[in-house]
């Protein structure tokens, strides 16, 4: 079987110029040559130009490796544009065709990109269900299959200063900060002090008054935490800095955050002239969970391995790729 490689070439100059007008830049190529396991070549995909692209964390960086992996052994030919900055750029970049597969959660598509400012009421499907079925209708972007992988908001304290305050919910956070004011202090990203579904939604749920926030980079927080810098701090719930700093995540008892499972997204008109792309990456969706990608991410993120392989060894362990 011959051996594919994901490329970062641009095929046409064209593209690299829309590209660099937007601020996009395509990436080195993942240095893994991909033999197809049970993800076997697909006729259909042969030769097909699919770029994929991701946001600027780790956990979207890690599903995009693996979705350039799988569509690699069906055939494609994979250009990499992972490492988006931001959510909003991501979702631009996937609607004006610069790249053509991302992975989304439901609650982003439901809340920032479709405008809605409460959470789908009964769980998970019924969030996915809402979510796909809005998209689609108003943008035009079919969403596959969705993981069990739901990686929502939350807020963190260290182990000690739990401990220390009886800190189990964020309902115990908001009573606590009410009786010491002074501790109100959060370790907030920049998108997240002003998304809907981000912490405005925890003000109005919680009625923290009067918080001081502290803006960092998405990895930064963790430290700045576990260092003391700010109390409390928001995190995901599946990064594997969590466990690799021993930080306490709160429980959301008041569902403030809406449900974010990881769903493969693509333009509708491209799926529908290519479906046999569904297939490769229907089968990493059934495949992640939280509990693995908390081990990815640590990976990554406290041990310092690199993304990319990273995902090529969970997708070499998982049979998909050799």
Known sequence: MKLRRITAVLGAAVLGATLSSCGLTVNQAVPYDIQPGTIQPIP???????????????????????????????????VDLSDIKGSNSSRQALLSGQTDVTWEYTGTGWINYQGNELPVPGGEKAQYDATAKADEEKFGVTW???????DQYAFAVTEAYGAQNNLKTTSDLAAFIKQKPDQAVFCLETEFTSRQDGFPAAVKAYGFQNPKIENFGIGTIYSAVAGG??????????????????????????????QYNAVATLRTDFIKAHPDLRGPLEKISAAIDNEQMVQLCKQVDVDGQDAGKVAHDWMVKKGFVK
């Open 44 to 78: 259909s995909l042969q030769g097909l130009k699919v770029t994929v692209g991701s946001k600027d964390f780790t956990e979207n960086i890690i599903l995009a490796y693996m979705a350039e992996m799988a569509l690699t052994a069906a055939g494609a030919d994979v």
């Open 144 to 150: 596959l299959n969705y993981s069990p992988l739901n």
């Open 229 to 258: 810098t700010c109390p409390v701090g928001e995190v995901f719930t599946t990064d594997g800095r969590i466990s690799g700093l021993n930080l306490r995540v709160l429980e959301d008892d008041k569902k403030a955050f809406p």
